[in-house]
């Protein structure tokens, strides 16, 4: 099927700089899921978006949802050594059918 | 309790060898999926079960068998695997609320040899 596309595949920061990853497709998405996952780790749920241009916040990550519902982006601001991990958008291409996009990895240099 | 617990962390087998993979999680979920995640790629989707069905089947090889024993276990039966099959699995469970998040399990880091 379909995959969908992150850009970067990967981001050296410096520490307290500031961190945007984007989730491109080129059909429209019921929702978009955003997951983190430490090197060695599990993907661990962040957040859901479902509506048109919603723009959601968790303290510095900032989430947002395209006006067409094809697009999706996450932003760390000041980003700390704790941000480190790959960066994973995720959408149900039908019922349950969770499938993840090409994840984003985040180095983060103190 | 939040978790889902999947045995044995690590696992070494032959290719001739028949193993299990085990998944548990006690979150009331209803749906409960099976991913592999192979080095620097996302997890790809092999299996789900919903309410102890099996409802989706990702063309994976029959060499990988699911079974969903109850609501709360979800096995993988690994037989006759190519060292192509080395990877991460990952267990999944989600709820039927309007938001899906799925819960990770830890994962089974599998050496096929």
């Known amino acids: 099927g379909q995959q969908v596309m992150q850009i970067p595949q990967y981001q050296h920061v410096q520490e307290g700089e500031d961190f945007t990853t984007y989730c491109n497709s080129s059909?429209?998405?019921?929702?978009i899921q955003w997951y983190k996952q430490r090197p060695g780790g599990h993907p661990v749920f962040l957040i859901q978006?479902?509506?048109?241009?919603e723009v959601k916040k968790q303290k510095r990550l900032t989430f947002q949802f395209g006006e067409a519902k094809k697009n999706s982006s996450l932003h760390i601001t000041a980003t700390q050594t704790t941000d480190v991990g790959t960066y994973f958008c995720?959408?149900?291409?039908?019922?349950?059918?969770?499938?993840f996009g090409t994840g984003t990895k985040l180095q983060v240099i103190p | 309790d939040t978790e889902v617990t999947q045995t044995p962390k690590h696992l070494v087998m032959g290719m001739t060898n028949k193993k299990s993979l085990k998944c548990e999680q006690h979150m009331g979920h209803r749906a409960m999926y099976w991913y592999k995640q192979k080095a620097k790629k996302p997890p790809e989707l092999m299996f789900v079960?919903?309410?102890?069905?099996?409802?989706i089947n990702e063309s994976v090889p029959s060499r990988f068998s699911p079974e969903c024993p109850n609501s709360s276990l979800l096995n993988l039966h690994l037989h006759a695997l190519q060292p192509e099959d080395s990877a991460l699995y990952l267990c999944?469970?989600?709820?039927?609320?309007?938001?899906?998040?799925?819960?990770f399990g830890q994962g089974t880091r599998l050496t096929v040899v």
């Open positions: 059909t429209t998405l019921s929702n």
């Open positions: 079960y919903s309410y102890e069905k099996l409802s």
């Open positions: 978006l479902v509506k048109s241009g």
């Open positions: 995720a959408t149900e291409r039908g019922y349950q059918k969770v499938t």
């Open positions: 999944a469970s989600s709820g039927d609320g309007q938001i899906t998040e799925a819960f």
